[in-house]
């Protein structure tokens, strides 16, 4: 297969797109205001809730991400239509659902210090619902689409949000000891596979796909969100926060490691894994066993096949070019994030 560097196309005028990631951002913009200027207390609570999301982007080093999370959309509307900005709302959405999900997975991973303020810690809750679901639901009903396409993009909204609940409840009952690269790759496919595929499956409502082309879109999305996951634990380890590490996590990357040794020293692996959350050398110790070649080669020709699945699912849907061409380097773009070192 062609080195992803290779398979980037960037001799399309995508002009168009840049301009509507633009509007996209001034939607936002003006749903804050709207938020804030219509008295409403839940309003003003989303408003502070979103407001405080979108400061702090640039800190936590998440604009790249956040706009493949708006493009995406976009570029499947314009590949059923011709017309990215009718993917507006998907995209709105799309941002609205991670703001909340992101701060909701931050308050499961905090410590006591996050639960210090009781009234601020629960109306943090009660707005990421807000956030996340009720506004979404409001935005989707001002559409000027046929209501029979708002009730179709409303149900991918709430598919989106179970899938994902699955995948999280998964992610949170996972221990290296008992978890399986099957049941981490199906983690995956629920708590960051569901919103991407909520993204795709809601723009081709919008755009007037028939079901079995939303159906096909929806596994696109979710087929690059597990990428994306994959994209996330690299970089845990890239920038050397590895976090996973001290927190014990079961990620895909841990799991071939531990499948892919014998039982007596599987054990011994695993009481390394343990110590690392309290231990700077057994920490060092284990990455240095994650990154090994062999496992790095395993890991590297699971995620490559991975990534010509997503590449293939989306050339048998076809489209309006340039935006099918767009798609596939947007895809590659986002996979070349925090490279692991290749495999020796």
Request: a negative charge; hydrophobic letters at 50%.
């Amino acid at each position: 297969m062609a080195s992803l560097k290779d398979r980037r196309l960037w001799g399309y005028r995508m002009v168009d797109v840049a301009e509507v990631v633009g509007a996209v951002e001034d939607d936002l913009t003006a749903l804050l205001a709207r938020l804030r200027a219509s008295g409403d207390v839940a309003d003003e609570a989303m408003a502070e809730f979103l407001g405080s999301f979108l400061g702090n982007l640039a800190a936590r080093g998440s604009t790249g991400a956040v706009n493949v999370m708006i493009r995406l959309p976009l570029l499947v509307h314009a590949a059923e239509t011709g017309d990215p900005a009718g993917g507006r709302p998907a995209a709105v959405v799309h941002l609205l659902w991670w703001a909340a999900a992101r701060y909701l997975d931050d308050l499961a991973d905090g410590g006591p210090e996050i639960r210090a303020d009781p009234a601020r810690f629960n109306a943090g809750i009660l707005a990421a619902l807000g956030v996340g679901s009720h506004l979404p639901i409001r935005l989707v009903g001002e559409v000027g689409v046929p209501d029979a396409t708002k009730v179709a993009a409303l149900a991918e909204l709430s598919r989106g949000w179970l899938d994902g609940i699955s995948g999280q409840l998964l992610d949170y009952s996972a221990r290296p000891a008992g978890a399986t690269v099957a049941s981490v790759l199906a983690s995956y496919a629920g708590k960051t596979g569901a919103p991407y595929a909520m993204a795709t499956a809601m723009a081709a409502c919008l755009a007037g796909a028939d079901p079995g082309r939303v159906d096909r879109w929806r596994d696109v999305g979710r087929r690059f969100g597990v990428l994306r996951q994959l994209t996330n634990d690299q970089r845990d380890l890239v920038t050397g926060r590895d976090e996973d590490i001290r927190n014990g996590a079961a990620t895909f990357l841990v799991m071939l490691l531990l499948d892919g040794v014998p039982a007596a020293q599987r054990s011994a692996l695993l009481a390394l894994y343990a110590s690392a959350a309290t231990s700077a050398a057994a920490r060092a110790e284990f990455k240095m066993r994650l990154t090994a070649p062999e496992n790095l080669r395993s890991y590297h020709g699971r995620v490559d096949g991975m990534l010509a699945e997503v590449h293939g699912a989306l050339h048998t849907l076809g489209g309006a070019q340039p935006y099918t061409a767009a798609l596939h380097a947007l895809i590659d773009e986002a996979m070349l994030a925090f490279p692991l070192p290749a495999a020796g």
